[in-house]
């Protein structure tokens, strides 16, 4: 069979491997679809707060339901992605986020916020990490874990660039216009994007992953855990799902509860603009430290570096805890952004070395699902501590011992047994 044409934007550097526009697309989608979902849940929840005068545990509550729908949705959308492709994923998610936040500047109660929140939850499950690391993984085999690490830099450039624009911009137009410009954002850019540059694998073009570049790095050995087809039940009863579901969801309660209520708590020592410039710390941290992971988890064991990114982020929360000044909650912001990019996407490469690349959707999924709900808890438990406790610092304390407990089951992960043929 004749090789498929790659697409017209090829053209402009046709000795570009084609992979690496692949990596610019998720770039780009991860900027819009991850700084919006992800990133925009603190300023979603400030704002709300401030212009609604909703309590920070209903508000909390509704971001909780955003991260365990997303887990919940991801391992439908992971099974698509395995059997479809992550191309027709991408346009779909873009199309129900810019329907969620249409709809979520219109909101008049706590109760439809619940119902807005559900639906951007499927939007950034069928837009976000299990497409997009689906996407790179299938491009890249030597250089995996960098070409990962340009592609999610969009993530936290997203978080960096959109946190402040859309905070000035609820604060300067109200709510709703502000949802309803991001709406805009999303359509303009994403389907664009998605339709004309993003194409699921190299192989219909005649490419191969990786394209031959970088002999320095040879492919890894297939094994027999990653040529394994794995359905979802074997592999959630293997002992290393188990330790990455119990690693992960750990990590991201303590990393997403941060995250969410980050604005907010900056707020109470800082003046709003001062506080939309600190939030940005944590996506600028997350561009170093993603990026310096990127470089070397090509070389060291992953498990050992998401260990170590645990053990940092432990020190980054507790420290963030006794901050009360400008400069210290700026410089703690900071540290906790070096690990908070750098933990997505080693779930996504540590799945795809365990598990393989036929069962990535599959498996990647399932365990979204579990760290989804994690992560999910985080808001919320925050939210009921700091509203318990009087305050933000006693929560984080209560929180910040699952970190260290992640960054030691995680280092004890090893490749999974394919399960024996039935006779």
């Known amino acids: 069979m004749a090789a498929s044409p790659l697409p017209p934007i090829h053209r402009l550097r046709p000795d570009l491997f084609y992979g690496w526009y692949v990596v610019a697309a998720a770039f780009v989608l991860g900027f819009i679809s991850v700084g919006i979902g992800f990133y925009g849940q603190t300023v979603f929840l400030d704002g709300l707060i401030h212009e609604k005068g909703w309590s920070k545990a209903g508000v909390s509550g509704a971001s909780t339901l955003f991260f365990t729908m997303t887990g919940v949705s991801g391992v439908a959308v992971g099974r698509a992605v395995d059997r479809w492709g992550s191309r027709k994923m991408l346009v779909a998610g873009a199309l129900t986020m810019a329907t969620a936040l249409l709809w979520l500047g219109g909101i008049s109660t706590p109760a439809e916020l619940y119902v807005v929140y559900a639906l951007l939850a499927a939007s950034f499950a069928m837009s976000a990490a ?13 250089q995996r874990s960098r070409a990962m690490s340009f592609a999610q830099t969009g993530v936290s450039v997203g978080g960096l660039v959109l946190v402040p624009i859309a905070t000035e911009l609820i604060a300067t137009s109200g709510f709703r216009s502000a949802t309803t410009m991001l ?15 993003v194409r699921d694998a190299p192989e219909p073009y005649g490419l191969e992953p990786d394209d031959g570049h970088d002999p320095a790095l040879p492919p890894p050995a297939a094994a027999p855990h990653q040529e394994h087809l794995w359905r979802a039940r ?7 799902f ?8 750990a990590i991201l309660l303590c990393q997403t509860g941060v995250a969410v209520h980050h604005l907010h708590l900056l707020r109470q020592h800082m003046s709003t603009s001062q506080a939309a410039f600190g939030a940005a710390a944590i996506p600028l941290g997350s561009i170093i430290g993603r990026l310096i992971s990127g470089a070397v988890a090509d070389r060291i064991e992953k498990r050992l570096v998401a260990s ?3 053990a940092i982020q432990a020190a980054a929360i507790l420290a963030l805890s006794f901050a009360a000044q400008p400069i210290a909650l700026l410089g703690t912001s900071l540290l906790f952004g070096l690990t ?7 779930q996504g490469l540590l799945t795809a070395d365990l598990f393989g690349l036929r069962s990535y959707g599959t498996v990647f999924g399932s365990l979204n699902l579990v760290t989804g709900i994690g992560g999910g808890l985080g808001p919320l438990v925050i939210g009921l501590l700091a509203d318990a406790t009087g305050g933000y610092s ?6 910040v011992v699952l970190a260290p407990l992640a960054a030691f089951a995680v280092a004890r992960v090893e490749p999974p047994q394919p399960p024996a043929a039935p006779r």
């Open 308 to 310: 170590a990114l645990f």
């Open 234 to 240: 074997d592999a959630v009863r293997t002992r290393t």
């Open 394 to 399: 006693g929560a984080l304390r209560w929180v």
């Open 340 to 346: 908070i990019g750098a933990v997505f996407m080693l």
């Open 242 to 249: 188990v330790l990455m579901a119990a690693s992960f969801a």
């Open 183 to 197: 709406a805009v954002l999303v359509l303009a850019v994403a389907i664009p994007i998605a339709i004309l540059v």
């Open 130 to 142: 299990i497409p997009l690391s689906g996407l790179v993984n299938r491009w890249f085999l030597r």
